[in-house]
């Protein structure tokens, strides 16, 4: 997709992936919409990017996710492209992971980004335009220590492919983006338990080049190699 000038709704815009992003696409020409739940940050990132509207949504809340996307479109005019960076982590073996954890994570990670992007979606026929989600490295790498965490990631991973293939006659493009560890606090911030020993965190800004790169040229996915650790672009 063409960057320059494009309409892009990106959710979870105060996190540290989606302000990053944000920045990024918005140095590239785009007319980002940021959504998130904190307004006192939401207002601060669009001081910084020009006065790029604003949405409050809550990713539990289905009918605010559906809101968020209508509100965006509405305020830029359709949608060029959804960019999905929310998300929450969780740890400890499947034994100490309770069911309260185990449904926020799939809640958050899994049921919000498919209402999020099933809303989007009219809107993305129209523009030919493109999903891209932010699940993770282990949904192709489901991890002991992180099973449910995992689980949430490949579930929304496995409903990008299948949307991918139906929306290929619509035209629209579906990025799945699967980091590695990133030393974003988002460990710190685990809804059950305690993150163990983490490998050699990616940097931030490698991963934001590759996710613009990824935009730009209609990839498929961003994954990493288990490895080298080397990000490689489809
Ligand atoms: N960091 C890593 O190592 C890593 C690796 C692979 C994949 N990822 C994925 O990357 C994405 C971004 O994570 P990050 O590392 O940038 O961490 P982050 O800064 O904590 O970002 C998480 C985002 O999710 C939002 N969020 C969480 N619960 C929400 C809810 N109930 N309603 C609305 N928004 C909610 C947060 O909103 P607030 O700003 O209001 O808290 C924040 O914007 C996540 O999907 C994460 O799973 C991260």
Redesign the pocket.
């Known amino acids: 997709m063409e960057l320059n000038g494009a309409r892009i709704l990106v959710i ?7 302000s990053s992003v944000s920045r990024a696409v918005h140095a590239q020409g785009a007319r980002c919409a940021l959504a ?3 307004p006192v ?1 939401l207002r601060e990132l669009s001081d910084e990017l020009a006065s790029s509207p604003i949405t409050h ?4 809340n289905k009918d605010s996710c559906y809101g968020a996307v209508t509100d965006a479109a509405q305020q830029l005019g359709g949608l060029d492209a959804l960019i999905i ?5 969780a740890f400890g073996t499947t034994g100490e992971t309770d069911d309260v954890v185990v449904e926020s994570l799939f809640a ?2 899994t049921r ?1 980004p498919i209402a999020l992007a099933r809303a989007a979606t009219p809107y993305l026929q129209d523009s030919h335009g493109t999903l891209a989600t ?5 949904a192709d790498y489901p991890t002991p220590g992180m099973a449910a965490y995992s689980a949430s ?1 490949a579930a929304t991973s496995a409903w990008l492919t299948a949307f991918r293939r139906e929306q290929r006659r619509f035209h629209v493009s579906v990025f799945d983006i ?10 710190d ?1 685990a809804i059950g338990g305690q993150a163990p020993p983490m490998p050699r ?1 990616a940097c931030v800004s490698t991963v934001v080049d590759q996710i613009v790169l990824g935009l730009s040229r209609d990839a498929r996915k961003l994954a990493t190699d288990i490895k080298s650790g080397q990000l490689l672009l489809t």
Request: proline share 7%; net charge positive; hydrophobic share 45%.
């Open positions: 979870g815009a105060t996190g540290v992936l989606g998130g739940r904190d940050r949504f809550e990713a539990l960076t929310i998300g929450v982590a958050i990670n919000a932010v699940t993770a490295i282990l990631k699967q980091p590695p560890h990133m030393e974003t606090g988002l460990a911030r965190p």
